[in-house]
């Protein structure tokens, strides 16, 4: 299974993947380079225009990977087990700054890990643990002067035997997908901080180590043995684990930089168990045909309600897989097509995959309209859609199409000028028209990434909304809404703000967004909901019986109180008529860095009364000037030191 050589061929024998950005690595190919990938086939990028994806055909012996930003790394099987990698590291992430642990993971973004075994033997337990320095290859190393070690338990038992397994140290915007872990899955690095994540889809054999993770979703997952660590909150929905969550929880401690021992609690201050998924759907994926490699296929899973642990060694049904033929059922887009052939494709009623590239950069592409059932569009290497300058979505799904998935996408945010109002990234359905979807049929989104600013050196840009949703029964899983808090430096600019950032500080006016997430439809479902930095509502919910398990947010850092405290904004809110809301696990965050007169009444604000269920909500002060109020509707202390999590447990509070 040769499709890359060393050197690789201008085409792939398939002929379907551009071989600049989408390379298929084969068994042979790591054992004819010496179990290691250069640094250009290693897809550590520095350059943030680019987009890659490696995909695996066969096991990886012993190989050193380091999955950087805009990368994301496959396995090529129909099931996880069909690729295996083992030694030390394997596909990896450490912390993007080990050398200050107090960033750590903070800014480790936009990667992706899916659909292989891994094996590997990275151990970070019983001693000090020597990690590859960011973006160096094999043999350059860092020593880190933290780690974690697991204590017995009550009875004087080692609580594990073996505390080898993946690192994968990150924050938002870096699942691991269709994964099972032989070993412990370390989700952070000793005292190097970070700042939430999301896995689904995964079986862990031994602990899951979520160390300083502030905040963590975990979807449908099996684990094997413990977990251990997690700082704020954790929330786990439709986990399958080995002794039960009411005793799951192990401690650990840290040794600090003098020698010292210091105990950590025993779990995250908070914990959210929902045992089964009420609805669920997983990621489309890519595989290869077992007897012929230049054949491949897309995969569709089909949804699971009530849903508990893995499928990860199921094979799929014939209706759960289609040929990529790249032309009627399957079209693959390059960064040569034109905004009329990609459309064209989703008219004929195929399927798009978008390989790694930014996509729309001369701003002539109008909307992406999907009009087709069941229709799939799949970004491959976090495939980007600039958004259209008349300030229309780059992608509309139409009212009354069922069971469409928009997959592994990146939208970004153009200039549109006076186009802002009504402006959105993503649109579900029409406002005003009902649209109650399918429930045997849902419409999915799954790792859908939104920015407004960041990448551009165009402060201008902006969108009202990033994601409006008027269609019913649309589930989401994975989704990161972010309005910059720091933009790339313009040609020989200089940071605003040195002392805080490296890179340009955005101040109030720049890189506008009003709000991350507007539900309008009924019955949609979040797991893992991240939205950042908006100057309005972060979430406004109107939908009947929405449910979200694990949300996390950070108000703006630039808004002045004349501003912010007149239109009396929260970061969650859900409006009066959204009847039967639940939410389990959200956290609201402030940094109020700019002005000291901001004042936020409460974190959540839930105006309806009828069967809303609120658990586990919670507020932290991160730094500058403090304004939260409440936690949720005035219940909840106000968030005053950087000490302790402000949270209430149940609302309505029972009296």
């Not at 805009?70 to 099931?79: A, H």
Request: aromatic share 10%.
């Amino acid at each position: 299974m040769r499709f890359f050589q060393k050197g690789h061929p201008e085409t792939d024998p398939s002929g379907l993947w551009p071989v600049d950005t989408v390379k298929i690595y084969s068994e042979e190919d790591f054992i004819a380079n010496g179990g290691t990938l250069d640094s250009a086939d290693a897809l550590v990028m520095d350059d943030l225009v680019k987009r890659n994806t490696g995909h695996f055909s066969d096991n990886g012996k012993d190989i050193y990977f380091p999955v950087g930003y805009w990368t994301q790394v496959s396995g090529l099987g129909e099931t996880a087990e069909s690729v295996r990698f083992t030694g030390i590291y394997g596909p990896h992430v450490v912390p993007a700054n080990t050398a200050n642990p107090g960033v750590g993971s903070l800014d480790t973004f936009w990667r992706s890990a899916e659909n292989f075994t891994s094996s590997t033997t990275f151990q970070q337990f019983g001693g000090k643990a020597s990690v590859p320095t960011n973006r160096s290859g094999p043999g350059s190393f860092q020593a880190i002067n933290e780690f974690v070690e697991l204590t017995a338990d009550q009875k004087g038992n080692q609580v594990v035997d073996n505390s080898r397994g993946m690192i994968w140290a990150v924050s938002q915007a870096a699942p691991i997908r269709r994964v099972k872990v032989d070993g412990h899955l370390h989700l952070s690095l000793g005292a190097n901080c970070a700042s939430g994540g999301f896995v689904g889809n995964v079986s862990v054999g031994g602990c899951v180590v979520l160390g300083s993770q502030q905040q963590f979703c975990l979807r449908g997952c099996d684990i094997g043995q413990k977990m251990v660590g997690g700082a704020w909150s954790t929330v786990m929905v439709g986990c399958k684990t080995q002794d039960g969550c009411d005793d799951i929880w192990t401690k650990y401690h840290t040794v600090d930089q003098n020698g010292d021992d210091k105990i950590v609690s025993t779990a995250p201050k908070l914990v959210v168990d929902e045992k089964a998924a009420a609805i669920c759907v997983e990621k489309p994926f890519v595989f290869v045909d077992e007897t012929d490699k230049n054949k491949y296929f897309l995969a569709i899973p089909k949804n699971k309600k009530n849903s508990t642990g893995t499928d990860l060694s199921s094979k799929l049904s014939s209706d759960e897989k289609v040929l990529i033929d790249n032309k009627n059922k399957v079209f693959v887009a390059w960064p040569t097509h034109t905004y009329k052939e990609v459309q064209g494709a989703l008219d004929r009623g195929a399927h798009v995959i978008f390989t790694p590239a930014t996509y729309n950069t001369d701003k002539s592409w109008k909307t992406l309209k999907v009009k087709t059932e069941g229709q799939v569009i799949l970004g491959l290497g976090l495939a980007t859609i600039q958004a259209p300058e008349d300030g229309t979505p780059c992608i509309h799904v139409s009212s009354g199409v069922d069971g469409v998935r928009i997959s592994g996408i990146l939208l970004e945010a153009s200039n549109v000028g006076n186009q802002y109002e009504g402006s959105s990234l993503l649109q579900w359905g029409e406002e005003g028209k009902q649209d109650p979807g399918n429930d045997k049929n849902p419409g999915a989104i799954h790792d859908l990434y939104c920015f407004v600013g960041g990448r551009s050196v165009d402060r201008n840009v902006g969108v009202e909304t990033m994601v409006k949703i008027f269609s019913g029964n649309v589930v989401g899983d994975n989704l990161w809404l972010w309005r910059a808090d720091h933009t790339k430096l313009k040609k020989k600019e200089e940071p605003n703000m040195p002392d805080l950032s490296e890179y340009h500080v955005t101040t109030f006016g720049e890189c506008k967004c009003d709000t991350g997430l507007l539900v309008h439809g009924d019955n949609v479902t979040m797991h893992g909901l991240a939205v950042e930095h908006t100057y309005g509502d972060l979430v406004d919910w109107h939908g009947k019986h929405g449910a979200v398990y694990f949300y996390q947010s950070e108000l703006p850092y630039d808004v002045p109180g004349e501003y912010y405290n007149a239109g009396d904004f929260a970061g969650y809110r859900v409006q009066d008529g959204a009847k039967g809301h639940t939410a389990k696990g959200l956290g609201v965050y402030s940094y109020f860095r700019d002005y000291h007169n901001v004042t936020v009444p409460s974190g959540v604000v839930c105006h309806s009364k009828d069967g809303v269920l609120f658990e586990k909500s919670f507020t932290v002060w991160l730094n500058g000037f403090p304004g939260l109020q409440s936690v949720i509707n005035g219940e909840g202390d106000a968030t005053v030191d950087q000490t302790n999590v402000y949270h209430v447990d149940q609302y309505p509070l029972s009296r």
